[in-house]
Structures are given as structure tokens and as C-alpha cells.
């Protein structure tokens, strides 16, 4: 029987980088994953750059059944100590857009720089390997209480004193995604908040998306929002259109938040009052709406949008200047508060992360360790769920800087 103080189970952000930190803390660490590949996610992310962080990180960038979760561990491992560690490695990186940090040659760099931290722990990593059961026992030595695991894998039967579930959702199964890791929390009687795809592309009716259809490809600066009153949320990012319906990242942004069964809404314009635009145009254009509004927004959308005005009660196809002051305001009002409600969502398959996962409050936010004692729960497999821009990458190092100090300080005294 081979012997480990800690088995990390998933060789991903988390699992890596929590095995290496475990391992130069003093503990023989060992790292199981069923895929051959190490940090797929890290590999695909950013393009091939991975954005491995953003600059501007609190609880508030994420979402929970318990939103102030995350805060402890966020607060013990910050952007800055991922930074300090990038720059030690020699890895040159650049901030892209509001905050959001990639490498500047690619993201092996960074899956290079946690497998050299893992050899400097002299973390063991068995891939490609599975596990076929997890077993514990409770035992008394001394007067004190001292939780083991056995694991059966394709390689042998492992006897640990903790496991570290680092398995990820259900996102992107092309790459490897499974359940796992709610499996092995049901198994120990520990709640699951229901998983979802989250940042993903929203769908629509076919029938009602087939003139907006035609748009797919184009891109633009949008606000878009969703939810009521305390509920609600919004974000000014960038919207694309596709032939299903939206993606971007507005919309990938707005979907972690969306409910089923309502909706969404969008203002095409957000810098621009079209109202008093369209009212000063009337008294100084000849132009025709079409050709006014592509002054605004792409004129592909302004086309498209025109030509709709049958469907929704108004004439758009005219001058401006011959335009009513009713259809003007309209046509302001539609482009500005868009409100539509989408069918779905483009799932796991487009998803790049998965929201719910393994339930906070059987965890605790200072090391990570479940109610189950021994049994540890590590980045995405959490109900915690970044925004997109770096949050999910800096949630997987937090947690995973907090759960191997709560092995360290659990495993030496044992």
C-alpha cells in the first residue's frame, strides 16, 4: 500500500498549486488526475495566454449561496502574492483590459512555473490515473482523534491522512470535466448546491432570433442587465451576436446571474441619449433613420433594427425629418431598454465555469476542510463563482493557499 500525507485529487489551478505549496510546507503530497494532461483550463484560457489574475479582486466579484464566503481566503492570498510568484518564475505578463492580467507568450509558462513549484515540494503526481473509491476511518492514538483515508486508484491502494478535491465542474467536458467531485461530497453526506453552467452564451427561440440571426459576428459596447430591484445586476462590457443567439462578454458576465424564465435587458446605445439625438436629427438631418442611427451603433444592427419597425407597431423606414415624434421616442426606447428573454443557455459545452458545487457552509473559509474531517474542497468544485476576467483563476490560488495551510497546521499535529 503506497503512503501520503495528503492525496490532491485533480491536477488543474488548484489542485497544482495547493500540491505545491503542501509539499514545501513538509508534506508528502501526491496529486491523481484521470486525464494525461496537466492544468487543461490554464492551457485554453485567455486565448493561450491565460488570465491568470486580475488587479482588482474582493468577495464582490463572486457569487455564492454565501457571497461573503470567499472573503478570508481572498484576503490571506492576494493578486499581489500571485504576481510576486509570476515575476519570480521570470514570466512576463501584461494587463489587458480592467485589471485583467495574461502572459505575454503563453500559458504553458504558467502551468511550467506550478509544476516546477510542485518539484520543489517534491510532490509525486500520478496521471493519468483514476479513483475508483475513497474510503475513511476514525481512529483514537492518544487520546487524540486522527481522521485516514484509503483510496483505490488504477495505480494501487493509497492510505492518507487528508483528501484535497481539486476536480473542478462540470464546464468544458471535452477536456475532462466531471462530477466527481459532487459525487465524493454526497458520498460523505455533504450538500451540493444544484450545478449550472455559468459565463456562458445565451439562446433564443429560433423562429424569434431568425432576424438577429443574420447580425452573428458583429460585436459592440452594450450595458446589459438582469433582475429586479436589489436583485438586479449589470455590467458595460462587450455584446456578439451569434447565430443562436448572444455571447461576448457582457452577456457571459450577465449569464452567471440570469434566472431561467426571465429577462434580460440591453441598451445598445449606453453613451448616447437617443432620445434627444433623434429629436435634434428630426430638426437638422435629412438623413435616413437607418442611416442616422449608424452613426451610433454598427450599421449592420441599424438596418436590421429599422427594418423591425412593422413587426413592433412603428414605420422606421423613412427620413428622419418625416419621422413622428411617437415612432422617434419609440425607436429610442427599443434601442435602449431591449428586453427579451432568452430560452437557454449554450451549456457546459461553452461554459467556462460552473456555478454551484460543493456547499460553503459546510466548509470552512480558513482552511478549506469540510465537516467530513480530512476531506478538503478546492477551487471551482466550491459554490463560488468568479466573474469573468481573472476572479475564477485568483479563487482557485486562494483556496488553494488556504487549504494547504489548514493541512499543514492539521497534519503536524496529529
Known sequence: MHSF???IVGAGAAGLFCAGIAGQLGLKVLV????????????????????????????ANFISENPRFAKSALSRYTPADFVALVKKHGIAFHEKHKGQLFCDRSAEDLIAMLLAECAAGGVERWQPCAVKAIRFSDSSTHGMSASSYEIDSDRGTIHCAAVVIATGGLSIPKIGATDFGYRVAKQFDLPVVTPRPALVPLTFDEAAWAPFAEL????????IATGAKKNSMSFREDLLFTHRGLSGPGVLQISSYWAEGTPIRLNLAPTVNLAHHLMEAKGTSRKRIANELAGIVPSRLADTWVSQGQAWGHDWQRPVNEASDKALNALAERLSRWELTPTGTEGYRKAEVTAGGVDTKVLSSQTMESKQPGLFFIGEVTDVTGWLGGYNFQWAWASAFACAHGLAGRLKTL
Do not use: M
Request: a negative charge.
Open 5 to 7: 500525507d495528503v492525496v
Open 216 to 223: 452573428s459576428g458583429l460585436s459592440l459596447p452594450v450595458e
Open 32 to 59: 491523481l488526475d484521470h486525464s494525461e494532461k496537466v492544468a487543461e483550463k490554464i492551457r485554453i484560457s485567455g486565448g493561450g495566454r491565460s488570465n491568470f489574475t486580475n488587479l482588482d479582486v474582493s468577495a
